[in-house]
C-alpha cells in the first residue's frame, strides 16, 4: 500500500517538472507603434485559472492576454498565438507611453506555471542622417537635400521632416527617405549656411518615435562664362587630343572649379568628363569613331562654350584566324575599308580586292594540299603572319560570305525536324489529356475536398474544437531576408508556391514563414511525406534558378515534419491545430536549413523507398537529415518489369 502511495506522489511530481510553458522570443529592440507578436506552446488546460500574458517595462505590467484555463486540452500540449499588439496608448490602454519605454519582457502564466522572453528594449529613438548634392552653392542654384530616417528598430520611418534655419521645409517622409529641391536666394550673402532637420512619427496629435541633425553648406561666388580650347581643330582617330577649359568670374579673374564637359559625334552620342579651371584633358578616340563635325560644350553652373572640331576618316582592319583554316577580316575603321590584300600561302602569292563596310567581317576558308604553312596578310599598313595546319587538294581561298552559314539542303532537314518535333508534341499531349480525363471521371469521394480546380486552397492555423485528428504532413519555408526583399521577388516566391504546392497542398502565408499542409482530407492518402519532399524539391530548383537571374536573391530554409493535426473544412479552408510540435519542429527545421530541404526522423522513415537523405545533425535529442536526391521508383519499377519479361522470353 504504502509503496503505491509513493509511486502516484513520484507520478505527480514528474508530471509538474515536465510540465512548462514557452514563448516565442521577441525582436531584440521595438519602437512605439510597432507590432509585437507572441505565441505561447506547451499549454495545458485546467478547471479553473486564466492563461495571462502580460508585457512587463521596468515596474509596470500590462497585460495582453487572458484566457480561461478551461478553453484548453488538459491531455494534450496545445499552443496560443496573439496575432499582434501594437505598441501605443489604444492597443495596450494606457495613459502614457513612458510607461513602456525602456527595457522590458514578455511573461506568460497559467496556474503554477510561468515562463517569460529574453529582455528587449522599446524605443521612441529615429536615427536621421542627411546629405546635400555638394558642398559649394551658387546664389539661386538648384540645391537637393535628401534625408535618410531610420527607426532604431533598423525600419525606415514613415513621418514628417521639419528643416529650419537656412530654409523651412516642411514635408511628409516615406519608407525612410525625402528627397526635395530647393535653393537659396540669389541675393545670398557669401558663407557658410545650417540647416536644422527633425524627423518625427505621429500618432494623432502625440510624436511616438523622433530624431534630428544638421548640415552646413558654402554659397560661392557666381562664375560669368568659360572659356574652351582644343590641340587641333582636326582630330584623328587612335591618337590622343587635347581639351581645355577656363572658369572667370563677374570681374574676368580666373576662378577654380571643376567644367562639365560633353563631347558630342554627329550621331547625337555623347563622352561625357569633368576638367579643372586653367588645365587640359587627353581623350583617345576609338578607330571607328564617327567621321565628320563633333562638337564640344563645356558648362560651369548655368555658363558654357561650344567649339567644333572635325573627326578625320581613316580606313584600318584587323586581321586573325578563328581557326587554322579561317581568315576574318575585319573593318575596325570609321569608314569604308576599300583596299586590295595581299595573300602569301606558303610560296604562292594571291590578292583580294576588298570593300568592306564599317565594323563589318568577312571570312575566308583557305585550302591548300595537306601540311603547315606559313600565311602572310598584309594591306600595306597592317599585316599578319602564322604558321597554320591546311588540308585540300590545291591551294584555293573560298569567300564565306557568298553562300551565308547554311545551304538549302541542311535547311530543308531542320526545317523536317522541327515539323516532326511539333507532331509528336501535339500527339502527346492528346494522349496524356485523355488519361487524365478518364481518371477525373472515376475518382469521386463524398469525404475529400475537391481542391484540383484551378483555385488555390489555403490552410489557417487556429483553435479547432470540433474536428478530426488526422497524420498530416507540413512543409515550413522561412525567407530568411523577408525585410529586404522587394515586391517582385515576393510576388514570384508567392508564384512559386502556388504553382507547385496545388492541388495537394493548402497554404498558410504567415510572413517570412509559408506552411503547406498536407493533409488526407485533401490528398486522399496517408503517404503524405514523399508529395511534402517532391513539392519542396521543386521549390528548390524554381528559387535557385530566380536567385541566378535577378539581383534581389532570396534567401530560404525549407524544412518538413510529421505529426497529428487536428483539422476542420471551412469551405476551400482548411482550419488546423497542432498537436504536440507538429508545427513548431518543421518551423525550427526552416531556420536551420541553408537553401536546402531538412527532414525530421519522422519523415525519413516514411519516405525511405524514395529520397536518399544524410544525416545533417541533431535537434532536441533527435536525429535530421537533409535530402539529397528524390528516386524514380516508376522507373526502376518499370525496369525490373522489363528485365523479367527478357528472362521469360529466354526461358520459353
Not at 563677374?250 to 563622352?271: A, L
Not at 583580294?352 to 602572310?376: D, Q, S
Amino acid at each position: 500500500m504504502r509503496k503505491g502511495i509513493i509511486f502516484l506522489i513520484a507520478i505527480f511530481l514528474i508530471g509538474i517538472v515536465s510540465a512548462e510553458i514557452k514563448i516565442s522570443e521577441p525582436l531584440d529592440i521595438y519602437n512605439l507603434g510597432d507590432r509585437i507578436y507572441v505565441d505561447v506552446s506547451g499549454i495545458r488546460g485546467a478547471d479553473s485559472g486564466n492563461l495571462n500574458i502580460d508585457l512587463v517595462c521596468s515596474n509596470n505590467s500590462i497585460n495582453l492576454v487572458r484566457i480561461s484555463a478551461r478553453a484548453f486540452s488538459k491531455e494534450e500540449e496545445q499552443e496560443y498565438e496573439i496575432p499582434y499588439k501594437v505598441l501605443n496608448k489604444e492597443d495596450l490602454e494606457i495613459s502614457n507611453l513612458s510607461q513602456i519605454v525602456g527595457n522590458c519582457q514578455i511573461k506568460a502564466s497559467l496556474g503554477q506555471l510561468s515562463s517569460a522572453t529574453k529582455v528587449f528594449r522599446i524605443s521612441r529613438d529615429v536615427r536621421v542622417s542627411a546629405k546635400l548634392n555638394k558642398l559649394r552653392f551658387n546664389p539661386g542654384e538648384q540645391m537637393i537635400l535628401e534625408v535618410s530616417a531610420i527607426k532604431a528598430n533598423g525600419k525606415p520611418l514613415n513621418g514628417f521632416v521639419e528643416v529650419s534655419n537656412a530654409t523651412k521645409i516642411s514635408k511628409a517622409i516615406k519608407e525612410g527617405n525625402l528627397k526635395e529641391i530647393f535653393s537659396m536666394p540669389k541675393t545670398s550673402e557669401a558663407g557658410e549656411y545650417l540647416l536644422n532637420i527633425r524627423a518625427y512619427e505621429a500618432n494623432g496629435d502625440e510624436v511616438l518615435n523622433e530624431g534630428s541633425t544638421t548640415l552646413k553648406f558654402i554659397v560661392n561666388q557666381v562664375a560669368s562664362f568659360v572659356k574652351t580650347s582644343i590641340s587641333s581643330e582636326k582630330a584623328t582617330p587612335g591618337e590622343k587630343f587635347k581639351i581645355g577649359a577656363q572658369v572667370f568670374d563677374q570681374s574676368g579673374k580666373e576662378m577654380p572649379g571643376s567644367v562639365m564637359v560633353r563631347i558630342v559625334s554627329p550621331k547625337d552620342e555623347i563622352t561625357e568628363m569633368t576638367i579643372d579651371s586653367g588645365k587640359f584633358k587627353e581623350i583617345e578616340f576609338p578607330l571607328n569613331a564617327t567621321a565628320g563635325e563633333w562638337k564640344i560644350i563645356a558648362s560651369f553652373d548655368k555658363v558654357q562654350d561650344s567649339r567644333k572640331f572635325e573627326m578625320k576618316r581613316i580606313q584600318k582592319a584587323k586581321f586573325y584566324f578563328e581557326d587554322d583554316s579561317i581568315l576574318a577580316i575585319k573593318n575596325i575603321g570609321n569608314s569604308l575599308y576599300n583596299r586590295t590584300i595581299n595573300l602569301k600561302i606558303g610560296t604562292e602569292m594571291r590578292t583580294l580586292h576588298l570593300r568592306i563596310k564599317e565594323g563589318e567581317v568577312r571570312k575566308f576558308n583557305l585550302k591548300a594540299p595537306n601540311g603547315e604553312y606559313e600565311v602572310v596578310v598584309d594591306d600595306g599598313v597592317e599585316n599578319l603572319k602564322k604558321n597554320v595546319l591546311l588540308t585540300g587538294s590545291a591551294i584555293s581561298i573560298d569567300d564565306l560570305g557568298d553562300n551565308g552559314i547554311f545551304s538549302l539542303g541542311s535547311l530543308i532537314i531542320i526545317l523536317a525536324i522541327i515539323a516532326a518535333g511539333i507532331g509528336a508534341y501535339f500527339l502527346i499531349r492528346y494522349k496524356r489529356t485523355r488519361k487524365v480525363g478518364i481518371a477525373a471521371k472515376s475518382d469521386k469521394k463524398e469525404d475529400m475536398v475537391d481542391m484540383t480546380k484551378k483555385e488555390e486552397g489555403s490552410a489557417e492555423k487556429s483553435l479547432v474544437v470540433n474536428g478530426g485528428k488526422y497524420p498530416s504532413s507540413v512543409l515550413a519555408i522561412r525567407l530568411k531576408n523577408f525585410e529586404d526583399l522587394n515586391e517582385n521577388s515576393l510576388e514570384e516566391f508567392r508564384s512559386i508556391v502556388r504553382e507547385t504546392s496545388t492541388p495537394k497542398g493548402l497554404i498558410d502565408w504567415r510572413r517570412e514563414y509559408t506552411f503547406i499542409v498536407f493533409s488526407p482530407i485533401i490528398t486522399k492518402t496517408y503517404a503524405n511525406e514523399i508529395i511534402a519532399i517532391r513539392t519542396a524539391s521543386k521549390i528548390v530548383e524554381r528559387l535557385k534558378a530566380h536567385n541566378k537571374k535577378f539581383n534581389n536573391k532570396i534567401l530560404f530554409g525549407i524544412g518538413i515534419n510529421s505529426g497529428d493535426l487536428v483539422t476542420a473544412r471551412e469551405g476551400k479552408k482548411l482550419k488546423y491545430t497542432s498537436i504536440g510540435n507538429t508545427i513548431s519542429l518543421a518551423k525550427k527545421l526552416s531556420d536551420m536549413a541553408d537553401e536546402k530541404i531538412l527532414i525530421s526522423e519522422e519523415v525519413r522513415k516514411k519516405a525511405i523507398r524514395e529520397a536518399r537523405v544524410e544525416k545533417a545533425g541533431n535537434l532536441n535529442n533527435k536525429t535530421i537529415y537533409s535530402v539529397k536526391e528524390i528516386k524514380n521508383v516508376e522507373a526502376s519499377q518499370e525496369k525490373l518489369k522489363e528485365l523479367l519479361r527478357r528472362m521469360n522470353r529466354k526461358s520459353e
